[in-house]
């Protein structure tokens, strides 16, 4: 059974995937060996995105004002 954070981060990975234009299969191709990846704010409701290093995990949310973007690859799980 899926914990709620788990499912929040995989709705959010759906979210920030859908910004990019890709699937969530796409993002993970794309960028799981870059230096330099899409990732999301984590806050509810907001669809902030920026670039981030891959293991980012608080990385600065400029709508929020918190340190909430947490990187793709992170919510994927393949860190
Ligand atoms: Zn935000």
Known sequence: MQSAVRKR?????????DQWALTVG????EYALDD???GICMNPGCLYTAE??????QGWC???GTTTVRSGVVLAGLI
Do not use: H, M, T
């Not at 796409?26 to 191709?29: D, F, K, L, M, V």
């Not at 981030?52 to 995990?57: L, M």
């Open 26 to 29: 796409e993002y993970i191709e």
């Open 9 to 17: 981060e995989f709705s959010k990975l759906d979210e920030l995937a």
């Open 62 to 64: 400029e709508v929020c």
């Open 52 to 57: 981030v290093e891959p293991d980012q995990r």
């Open 36 to 38: 330099v990846v899409p």
